[in-house]
């Protein structure tokens, strides 16, 4: 049994509703690295500032960083869904 989808074309964006989170892992060392983490931030200023501590209380100047992203797909249509409010129209439209 098939099912027939509809074809709506979307488009991919950040989500604006969640801030993107910035993180960094310490990765010095030979055998073993460090493993110390930064925990999550919502700057990358933050977490580069977690870095320049640690190398001071280390010696460590490694780091693998991370950064996560939301993302919402969103209706490429030129008419909007009904129901949609005036702000996720905006969205769409730019
Ligand atoms: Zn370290």
């Known amino acids: 049994m098939s099912r027939v989808f509809r074809f ?10 969640s ?4 993180s960094a892992e310490c990765v ?6 460090c493993g110390a983490q ?16 640690h190398m001071k209380e280390t010696g460590h100047r490694h780091f693998r960083r991370s950064f996560v992203d939301f993302a919402e797909l969103v209706p490429a249509a030129r ?10 129209a905006e969205r769409v439209r730019a």
Do not use: I, N
């Not at 801030?19 to 910035?22: S, V």
């Open 79 to 88: 008419e909007l869904p009904a129901g949609l409010e005036p702000a996720k």
């Open 8 to 17: 709506v074309p979307y488009v991919t964006q950040q989500d604006p509703g």
């Open 28 to 33: 010095a060392g030979d055998e073993e690295a």
């Open 38 to 53: 930064s925990g999550t931030w919502d700057g990358p200023e933050t977490v580069d500032d977690w870095m320049r501590e």
């Open 19 to 22: 801030e993107p989170e910035y």
